[in-house]
T-cell receptor, first 112, second 113 residues
Framework: QQQVKQSPQSLIVQKGGISIINCAYE??????FPWYQQFPGKGPALLIA?????SEKKEGRFTISFNKSAKQFSLHIMDSQPGDSATYFC???????????FGRGTSLIVHP | GAGVSQSPRYKVAKRGQDVALRCDPI?????LFWYQQALGQGPEFLTY????????KSGLPSDRFFAERPEGSVSTLKIQRTQQEDSAVYLC???????????FGPGTRLLVL
């Protein structure tokens, strides 16, 4: 049972465009939603995270939008750059757990 | 830079061989996690240590998998009698506390032939 569903599986955008990756979850106990960025040959690195008490969090060009009623959250990358090309994972974790449940990942390619 | 390091980076094993994967966490981090990442998938939890105590091993797929952290620092994940389905990237992560940000190592890519 996949607890966190992520889409699309792959995404190609032009430099300067907006990249949007979506995730949906089922477990209403989840209360922490991080996004990880993974470059080839590297481990995932925390990019940005949100808790459900806010609907949006922005850090530089990266924004998380959160819809608690729909149990969905998304990552927006503004002004996408070739250096953003990587695999992005959404994840979710409940307050009583230290183990994040990861989505399957989105491979993002930003063309120069 | 004292990040999480893992060795070896790549390991090829023949089916039935035993392998040992090493993780050096960030100095002072009490929490250490092992994950398995299959090709095209997100990481999946294997086991968790707090200092030398293995508090959670619910994600270990079989009794062929064994992990230890005897002195509360370096950890070793051992896989006995490897099978082809064990082929994956094994990631180690450490954090300063149970619910704190996890910092991942580069992983060990295991290929079982």
């Amino acid at each position: 049972q996949q607890q966190v569903k992520q889409s699309p599986q792959s995404l190609i955008v032009q430099k300067g465009g907006i990249s949007i990756i979506n995730c949906a979850y089922e477990n209403t106990a989840f209360d922490y939603f991080p996004w990880y960025q993974q470059f080839p040959g590297k481990g995932p690195a925390l990019l940005i995270a949100i808790r459900p008490d806010v609907s949006e969090k922005k850090e530089g060009r990266f924004t998380i939008s959160f819809n608690k009623s729909a149990k969905q959250f998304s990552l927006h990358i503004m002004d996408s750059q070739p250096g953003d090309s990587a695999t992005y994972f959404c994840a979710a974790r409940s307050g009583g757990s230290y183990i994040p449940t990861f989505g399957r990942g989105t491979s993002l390619i930003v063309h120069p | 830079g004292a990040g999480v390091s893992q060795s070896p980076r790549y390991k090829v094993a023949k089916r039935g061989q035993d392998v040992a994967l090493r993780c050096d966490p960030i100095s002072g981090h009490v929490s250490l996690f092992w994950y398995q990442q299959a090709l095209g998938q997100g990481p999946e939890f294997l086991t968790y240590f707090q200092n030398e105590a293995q508090l959670d091993k619910s994600g270990l797929p079989s009794d062929r998998f064994f992990a230890e952290r005897p002195e509360g620092s370096v950890s070793t994940l051992k896989i006995q009698r490897t099978q082809q389905e064990d082929s994956a990237v094994y990631l180690c992560a450490s954090s300063s506390g149970q619910g704190e940000t996890q910092y991942f190592g580069p992983g060990t890519r295991l290929l079982v032939l």
